[in-house]
């Protein structure tokens, strides 16, 4: 089915603007969006995405990567095609891009309702809209929000961070958790990269910690891309400026899609770790490479492992009710 879009508006003339994401595309009848799943129909704005559902696993949290809200939980996973980037990386190009590089939009026909049942029957504490960017496929994610917390399922976004101010004010409510892509800390990767802005992703960080959404925060290492250190020195700064507990994921680089740019090496997960912790920031990882250790959270009072993770899994926990079983210090996150 298709949906009438929300947070749009009609320009007259049988024209409209997205205000979803910071694109704020404006549609002439009969066009579609830069997503290429929300089109202008006789002056209104329809989603084609609300039920088609091209992805649903049960995934633990930590492949969100999640590491402090819920740890070692189950959440239920979904996306439709689509997206508002064209990473040239993206590492779910097949669905994000099927909209845009071979004009389909498949899926199966799924409803809020059934996708908060199945969440439930699979003994999930949450659902994570994720895969693709759940701001292209927002009507089914905040329809589905509004059922889950009745249920008291919580809602992650696993996300770009290009959407507009109003449209997370709209979904606050409902939105306990995100994990945000903060690709680069350059305007220029930006633009000739992804084709988008990273003004509005900062601002989108700072809006969901301001709105008191547990956030954390990815950044994908790409060699000779967004690797240097005035880059990772600025992106640390910019969390550590907002909060010194936000934890940083720093993630290693593979070749997919139409990129053949060489691996990330475990030494630019280490410099970047580094860099992350002498900004000030308390918890950063290093994921996607061969060692459990990057992995482990750490009490940042007495210094010992209170989490250890093997691959996407906890593999032990020291943490009880939030506290640190050796010291007693709070950490940082949401744990029960």
């Known amino acids: 089915m298709i949906k009438e879009a929300y947070l749009y508006k009609k320009l007259g003339k049988n024209i409209v603007r997205c205000d979803l994401c910071a694109h704020r595309c404006v549609i002439k009848d009969g066009e579609k969006g830069k997503c290429a799943v929300r089109a202008n129909k006789n002056g209104s704005l329809y989603s084609f995405v609300y039920d088609k559902v091209i992805s649903e696993n049960i995934d633990p949290i930590e492949k969100k990567p999640l590491f402090h809200f819920l740890p070692g939980t189950k959440s239920f996973s979904i996306a439709t ?189 280490i410099r970047a770790r580094r860099i992350g912790k002498n900004a000030g920031l308390k918890y950063v990882y290093g994921g996607n490479i061969r060692s459990d250790d990057y992995e482990n959270t750490i009490c940042p009072e007495c210094g010992k492992t209170v989490i250890k993770r093997s691959g996407f899994y906890v593999t032990e926990s020291k943490i009880i009710n939030g506290i640190c079983g050796y010291c007693g210090k709070e950490i940082d996150g949401v744990f029960k």
């Open 81 to 269: 095609p689509g997206c508002n980037f064209k990473c040239f990386f993206c590492q779910n190009w097949q669905i994000s891009q099927m909209p845009c590089d071979y004009g389909l939009i498949e899926g199966r026909n799924v409803s809020p309702e059934k996708i908060v049942e199945d969440a439930l029957s699979g003994g999930c504490k949450s659902i994570s809209y994720t895969y693709t960017e759940p701001t292209i496929y927002f009507e089914l994610a905040y329809d589905t929000a509004k059922l889950a917390h009745e249920k008291n399922l919580k809602n992650i976004f696993v996300t770009n961070g290009f959407m507009t101010g109003e449209c997370l004010e709209m979904i606050a409510s409902y939105l306990d958790a995100a994990n945000i892509d903060l690709k680069s800390f350059s305007e220029d990767f930006y633009r000739e990269k992804i084709g988008g802005k990273l003004k509005p992703v900062m601002e989108s960080i700072k809006k969901m910690h301001a709105l008191g959404i547990w956030i954390e925060v990815t950044t994908l290492l790409l060699p000779g891309l967004n690797d240097s250190g005035k880059e990772l020195i600025g992106i640390a700064g910019f969390l550590a400026g907002i909060s010194k507990y936000i934890p940083w994921h720093i993630s290693a680089y593979y070749p997919n899609y139409k990129s053949s740019i060489e691996p990330t090496g475990i030494d630019s997960i």
